[in-house]
């Protein structure tokens, strides 16, 4: 079975400095990758996916994150992160062709912005 | 197009109460997940229902039992209510289909603290 493991819990950053949260999947077969952003009192929205091809895929709010199989990771960057990117950051997978099974999530990495 | 709605958002109740809470997922979603959220655990998957049956079930004791409607609608119950289940309930409704990829689409969310 599948599982994610995001190594940081907690992430402080000045603002304008750049980020990276970092997440490990296991899986021995192919996946669908995905972060998932949460606000204050809000649920989860979609970031970005991987689902196949470029191993690189961006948000359209500066976010990107790179594929990589053969060290099983999916990291999120930015450059330069904002007050506003303040939030936690969920990295989940599915495994491709595995039917119905339900996305798995890690348990979130907090980033907190410091002006 | 509205996104999924869950009532209620916030609810106190004393141990060994029972709680329903309510879902609706988008339109044209025909599957919905709950998940649980606590500060230790993260996001723990509950169930997913489709076409009104359970098609997965997480790690969850029996007190917890969920349903969906024919409008696709969704409801959760939880008896017997314990200290322990205190946290933020979250619905997610999907698009199910031959390209189905499992990206999910949640609520904000039913904050439920249990005294």
């Known amino acids: 079975a599948q599982s994610v493991t995001q190594l940081d819990s907690q992430v402080p950053v000045f603002e304008e400095a750049p980020v990276e949260l970092r997440c490990n999947y296991s899986s021995s077969v192919s996946v669908y990758l995905f972060w998932y952003v949460q606000y204050p009192n809000q649920g989860l929205q979609l970031l970005l996916k991987y689902l196949s091809g470029s191993t690189l895929v961006e948000s359209i709010n500066g976010f990107e994150a790179e594929f990589n199989k053969s060290q099983t990771s999916f990291h999120l960057r930015k450059p330069s992160v904002h007050i506003s990117d303040t939030a936690e950051y969920f990295c989940a997978v599915r495994e491709v062709l595995s039917g119905n099974t339900p996305l798995v999530f890690g348990k979130g990495t907090r980033l907190s912005v410091i002006a | 197009k509205a996104g999924v709605t869950q009532t209620p958002r916030y609810l106190i109740k004393t141990r060994g109460q029972q709680v329903t809470l309510s879902c609706s997922p988008i339109?044209?979603?025909?599957?919905v997940s709950w998940y649980q959220q606590t500060p230790g655990q993260g996001l723990q998957f509950l169930f997913e229902y489709f076409s009104e049956t359970q098609r997965n079930k997480g790690n969850f004791p029996g007190r917890f039992s969920g349903r969906q409607f024919s409008n696709s609608r969704s409801e959760m119950n939880v008896s017997t209510l314990e200290l322990g289940d205190s946290a933020l309930y979250l619905c997610a409704s999907s698009l199910v289909g031959t390209l189905n990829t499992g990206e999910l689409f949640f609520g904000e969310g039913s904050r439920l603290t249990v005294l």
């Open positions: 339109s044209g979603h025909r599957s």
